[in-house]
């Protein structure tokens, strides 16, 4: 009886490893420099993240507002040239274990050899953080991965790019800041609902996007772009009863030039310069002054 054919054993992998919220300049390093080493070895470079945020499981009330979505995250992994995401499912147990555990579960978890690993400088694994970047070639070689490289910090303004600068960035409304820092600006992704109208009725219609996540840039008015098509945004302040009640969790966003039907749609609010903060206004015929002067005003950062 003839044998069956040998079943082709999986490529090798080199895993980017970290939490990779919002893919900044510094994760940007990590992911190209897990590339390159994919290459030099013959393997398949992927990023593998943790979901939940470990924050979430390991102090919920500290946990920080997420940069981007899901999503958001995998399209600029496969732009630094990954193959993919893995998402290794962290809770309590995985919290509670060693960092070698670690290591050893990462060959089942992309279920194939692990031929390298690659972290920022900053990267920190098993139980009560107990091994740190520096530890991480001893440990990989003591697992039965061959290779681990660790990517400097990328520096901005004399100090490390992180994801908590990011959000203080937003924060405080200092687009341009979040933007050096992530190497585009940063973009609420959504989906356009139905609002009031108003602005149709005066010959500037919007499109209202709730936000997919909690975060949100400072209140006010911004010059952005709602995917492609420049745009002015208008992010209500929550703390205030007036515009929370007229506006709700949306972001109201008015595009120039680009009419249909855009309802239902994902779409990415991408923020580019704060030009004001909010301006209470007698009635819509003021403000459609105003938000015609705000669109003159924001076309420099288009």
């Not at 995985?94 to 900053?122: H, I, K, N, Q, T």
């Not at 006010?220 to 009640?245: E, I, K, N, W």
């Amino acid at each position: 009886m003839a044998s069956s054919p040998p079943i082709p054993s999986p490529r090798p992998v080199v895993l980017a490893l970290g939490q990779f919220d919002g893919i900044h300049l510094g994760h940007q390093a990590v992911l190209r420099a897990a590339r390159d080493l994919a290459r030099e070895l013959g393997a398949t470079a992927r990023c593998l993240t943790f979901e939940p945020h470990v924050m979430r499981v390991l102090d919920p009330a500290r946990a920080p507002l997420e940069l981007a979505t899901p999503a958001q995250n995998a399209a600029r992994i496969r732009d630094c040239g990954l193959d993919g995401t893995v998402v290794f499912p962290f809770d309590r147990d995985w919290a509670a274990r060693s960092a070698m555990d670690f290591l050893r579960a990462l060959p089942g978890a992309v279920r194939a050899p692990v031929a390298g690993v690659v972290s920022g400088a900053d990267f920190a694994f098993g139980r009560n953080r107990e091994a740190t970047a520096a530890d991480l070639p001893r440990l990989a070689t003591a697992a039965g991965i061959p290779r681990a490289a660790i990517v400097p910090p990328v520096l901005w303004r004399g100090a490390p790019v992180s994801s908590s600068r990011i959000r203080a960035a937003v924060a405080e409304g200092d687009a341009g800041d979040a933007a050096a820092m992530l190497g585009r600006p940063f973009a609420l992704e959504g989906t356009v609902v139905h609002g009031r109208a108003v602005g149709r009725q005066h010959g500037l219609p919007t499109a209202n996007v709730r936000p997919a996540l909690p975060i949100r840039p400072k209140p006010g008015v911004y010059a952005a772009r709602l995917d492609d098509h420049p745009a002015a945004a208008f992010v209500p302040d929550p703390a205030d009863p007036t515009q929370s009640s007229k506006f709700g969790d949306v972001v109201e966003v008015h595009i120039l030039g680009a009419a249909g039907d855009w309802y239902g749609r994902r779409v990415e609010v991408h923020f580019l310069h704060r030009l004001r903060p909010y301006l209470p206004f007698p009635d819509q015929t003021a403000a459609s002054a105003q938000i015609r002067l705000d669109l003159e005003a924001m076309r420099p950062w288009l």
